[in-house]
C-alpha cells in the first residue's frame, strides 16, 4: 500500500475524533447549564417556602390586603409551574422564557408586598415577620447570583454553538442556542 491510500482513512479518524470532542464539548457545556439552573431552582424553591409562611403570618394581620396577598400567590403558582417546566430541559429557550417572564411578574407582585409590610408599622409587634422578610431578602441576593452563573453558564454554550467549525456539528446534533434569564 502506498502512503495515499492511507490518507482517507486518516482523515476519516481525525474527523471521527473531532466530532466525538467537539460532542462531548457541547455536552459538558448543556450539562453546566443543567447545573446551574439545580441551584436556582432550589432557590426558587426556598422562596416559594419562604412566600407562603409570610403569607400566612401576614394575612391574619393585613386581612384588607387580601389583593395584594391573592397576587403574590397567583404569581408564584405560575413562577412553579415556569420552574417546573425549566427543570426537565433548563438549556430549551421557549420555558426558559417563560420563566423569565414569570419571574418578571413575580418579583413585581413581592415588591408590592415588601412595601406593603414596610408601610404597616403596626407590624413591628411581630418580630417572626420581620425575621421571614429578612430571609427571603437574602435568598433574593442569593437567587440573583445564582440567576447570574446561570446566564454566564448558557452565555458559554451559546458562543460555543456560534463557533466555527463546532456550529456545524451543533446543527447536525440539533444544539439550539439557550435563552438567559
Known amino acids: 500500500m502506498t502512503s495515499w491510500s492511507w490518507t482517507p482513512w486518516v482523515l476519516g479518524a481525525l474527523l471521527f475524533f473531532w466530532g466525538v ?16 439552573y439545580g441551584q436556582l431552582d432550589g432557590l426558587l424553591s426556598q422562596r416559594a417556602q419562604l412566600c407562603a409562611r ?3 403570618g401576614l394575612r391574619p394581620l393585613l386581612q384588607n390586603e387580601q ?3 391573592d397576587a403574590l400567590e397567583s404569581a408564584q403558582a405560575e413562577a412553579q409551574a415556569a420552574a417546573n417546566a ?12 417563560a420563566l423569565a417572564v414569570a419571574a418578571a411578574v413575580h418579583a413585581a407582585a413581592l415588591t408590592r408586598l415588601m412595601s406593603l409590610v414596610e408601610h404597616h ?9 420581620f425575621a421571614l422578610v429578612d430571609e427571603l431578602k437574602m435568598v433574593e441576593r ?5 440567576r447570574q ?11 460555543a454553538v456560534q463557533q466555527f467549525p463546532t456550529r456545524v456539528l451543533a446543527s447536525f446534533f440539533g444544539f439550539g442556542e439557550a435563552r438567559s434569564l
Open 21 to 36: 470532542g467537539g460532542y462531548n464539548r457541547m455536552m459538558r457545556l448543556r450539562n453546566a447549564i443543567g447545573a446551574a
Open 86 to 97: 425549566v427543570r426537565a430541559r433548563p438549556f430549551a429557550a421557549d420555558p426558559v422564557a
Open 142 to 146: 442569593q437567587r440573583a447570583f445564582a
Open 121 to 129: 408599622g403596626e407590624l413591628a409587634e411581630h418580630p417572626e415577620v
Open 149 to 159: 452563573l446561570f446566564n454566564q453558564a448558557v452565555s458559554v454554550y451559546n458562543e
Open 54 to 56: 409570610l403569607l400566612e
Open 67 to 69: 389583593a395584594t396577598f
